[in-house]
């Protein structure tokens, strides 16, 4: 079984910076890409941010020079650093990963994790 678990949700005022992290836990797998989507009150899930295993990274244009999503492999944690952060960036924020679970063969899943509140106050 994988798990996701995001932490560093939370209020910040427009113009400051917050730091999610997605901790991928779990037995006999291997991660492919992470990314980071957040939906809105109202609005459909949309991507914020991604990275490959290659580190190949793409990003949302509403957040792209404000965002860096960054990996740490031997950690199987993905960050995603937001500055000058704006009311319309609040919302839930999804962690994602694509991953190999290794058992009677080898098979790709999407796992999400659970979510974490950003507000942004104006």
């Known amino acids: 079984q994988v798990q996701l678990v995001e932490s560093g949700g939370g209020l910040v005022q427009a113009g400051g910076s917050l730091k999610l992290s997605c901790v991928v836990s779990?037995?006999?797998?291997?991660?492919?890409?992470m990314g980071w989507y957040r939906q809105a009150p109202g609005n459909q899930r949309e991507l914020v941010a991604n990275?490959?295993?290659?580190?190949?990274?793409n990003y949302a244009d509403s957040v792209k020079g404000r965002s860096t999503i960054s990996r740490d492999y031997a950690k199987n944690t993905v960050y995603l650093l937001m500055n000058s952060l704006k009311p319309e960036d609040t919302g839930v924020y999804y962690c994602?990963?694509?991953?190999?679970?290794?058992?009677?063969?080898?098979?790709?899943?999407?796992?999400w994790g659970q979510g974490t509140q950003v507000t942004v106050s104006s």
């Open positions: 779990g037995s006999r797998f291997s991660i492919n890409a």
């Open positions: 990275i490959t295993s290659a580190n190949s990274t």
């Open positions: 994602y990963a694509n991953v190999k679970v290794y058992s009677s063969g080898v098979y790709s899943y999407d796992y």
